[in-house]
């Protein structure tokens, strides 16, 4: 059974992912940096040395990248391409900058721009970290840098991921992108797309 490393996993589980991840197919390992939330692996996603080169057959980091200082991303990335296979791929999402923009040059830094579990987000939100939870002492809420959906496959391609397709969803404000170890058919990564990004994200070209 193929083995996925969701990192940054807090208490979500593997049906919290992707359709194909969430199936009876895939066996989970949860990480995160907070053992409150009782992962399998307490890390850092800069420092996953507890995690063997190439054991993994997938890695799935949601929304987690942008907590990160940008010469962490770099770190991290390297980080989940040295725990995939050579068959391996990862399946990373966050907020999407470009569409946020698009709210601040309309001026409506505050507005409500989605509603999520935790309540209402604006592009403050998104540009800086939830409001609420950050009030409430959640330091690791805080945004320290963040992507375009051109900027991401550009940073995967430069830690070590031999292709990258990335989509849209401006509605929703994230980014969706699948990163394959090896060099990958286009063929391959728009099944891999199929099978793990949302319906309703935009096409991009693979890279």
Avoid at 109 to 127: H, K, Q, V
Avoid at 155 to 173: D, E, K, N, T, W
Avoid at 182 to 191: F, N, Q, V
Wanted: charged share 20%; glycine share 6%; aromatic share 8%.
């Amino acid at each position: 059974m193929p083995t996925l490393l969701h990192v940054g996993c807090a208490r979500l589980r593997k049906d919290a992912t992707t359709p194909a991840f969430a199936g009876p197919d895939w066996d989970e390992v949860r990480l995160d940096i907070d053992p409150a939330v009782e992962p399998d692996i307490v890390a850092s996603m800069t420092d996953m040395s507890a995690v063997p080169n190439g054991a993994m057959d997938a890695v799935y980091s949601s929304h987690n990248l942008e907590h990160l200082y940008p010469f962490e991303v770099e770190v991290a990335l390297k980080e989940f391409a040295r725990v995939l296979g050579p068959d391996g791929f990862a399946v990373v999402t966050c907020p999407d900058l470009q569409a946020t923009a698009q709210l601040v040059l309309e001026d409506r830094l505050l507005e409500t721009a989605y509603e999520s579990p935790a309540g209402p987000i604006s592009a403050l939100d998104i540009l800086y970290g939830h409001r609420a939870a950050l009030a409430r002492g959640n330091l690791f809420m805080a945004h320290r840098c963040g992507f375009t959906a051109r900027a991401l496959s550009q940073v995967l391609r430069g830690c070590g991921f031999g292709s990258v397709i990335v989509r849209r969803r401006p509605a929703h404000f994230d980014i969706w992108a699948v990163a394959t170890r090896a060099s990958a058919a286009p063929e391959r990564l728009r099944a891999l797309a199929a099978q793990h990004f949302p319906a309703d994200s935009t096409p991009a070209a693979a890279t």
